[in-house]
């Protein structure tokens, strides 16, 4: 996953930081500073999704596996896995997932883009 979504967010914040540098060009500061702050925006909101901690049960439904899978990869230590307390849950974090590669499963990203009339 980190490939595709995260070059395409990143590839996405390029391009809005390149057009601020031509508007800047331009004489329009406003505007380039509105898509320099989106840029910002863009970035950070990618990061703290891409960082934060699911419970067993997201991170399975995320990556592909059921519940008590994802549990034996975390006792395993395949996956990083880190329990909030001492006798807590555990919490994965999203980029920490393996993905499994979707046989029966709709694809996220094409449910996104049906939503946007992307075919």
Do not use: N
């Not at 057009?19 to 060009?25: G, K």
């Amino acid at each position: 996953m980190s490939g595709g979504v995260e070059a395409f967010i990143l590839a996405q914040v390029v391009a809005l930081r390149e057009r601020s540098s031509l508007l800047a060009a331009y004489g329009a500061f406003e505007a380039s500073q509105a898509l320099q702050k989106a840029a910002e925006e863009l970035e950070c909101a990618f990061r703290a999704w891409w960082v934060s901690e699911l419970t067993v049960a997201e991170a399975a439904m995320e990556a592909g596996y059921s519940e008590e899978r994802m549990r034996e990869l975390i006792r395993e230590g395949r996956i990083e896995g880190e329990r909030s307390g001492k006798a807590g849950p555990f919490r994965v974090r999203r980029c920490d997932l393996p993905r499994k590669p979707a046989r029966h499963q709709p694809d996220p990203l094409r449910a996104v883009a049906g939503r946007l009339g992307i075919r």
